[in-house]
């Protein structure tokens, strides 16, 4: 799919293909979510703010459940949205629901 409003040029849209390339290096957030989702709507804008905030220092990254299952399975992803971050490919932290900016931003720092 093409970026539309609700990514931002710095944030990294993940798919199952490109999961492992991505968060296997340095720190990531991702934000599972998916287009039907009312409160992903809320958060997804939130995680462009946090992308444009960090760049060069973390990988803010949105995936969307619908389109890559397998990714979502794999890390059992029941509610959205669910924001992991990964820390060279390892799963680090979980938060469910909806984050403010400096919450998630300063989640990702912890790791930095």
């Known amino acids: 799919g093409g970026g539309g409003p609700e990514t931002s040029e710095n944030t990294l849209v993940l798919t199952d293909n490109n999961f492992n390339a991505v968060t296997g290096k340095g ?8 287009p039907w989702c009312a409160p992903c709507r809320i958060q997804g804008p939130i995680v462009n703010e946090v ?3 960090m760049v060069g220092k973390a990988n803010i ?21 669910t924001i992991m971050i990964f820390k060279n490919g390892k799963m680090v932290k979980q938060l469910v629901g909806v984050k403010p900016k400096n ?9 930095l």
């Open 61 to 81: 990254c949105k995936l969307d459940v619908d389109q890559s299952k397998k990714t979502a399975a794999k890390y059992g992803i029941r509610s959205i949205p």
């Open 103 to 111: 919450t998630l931003i300063k989640e990702v720092e912890a790791f």
């Open 51 to 53: 992308a444009d905030a």
């Open 27 to 34: 720190v990531s957030l991702v934000d599972f979510w998916a």
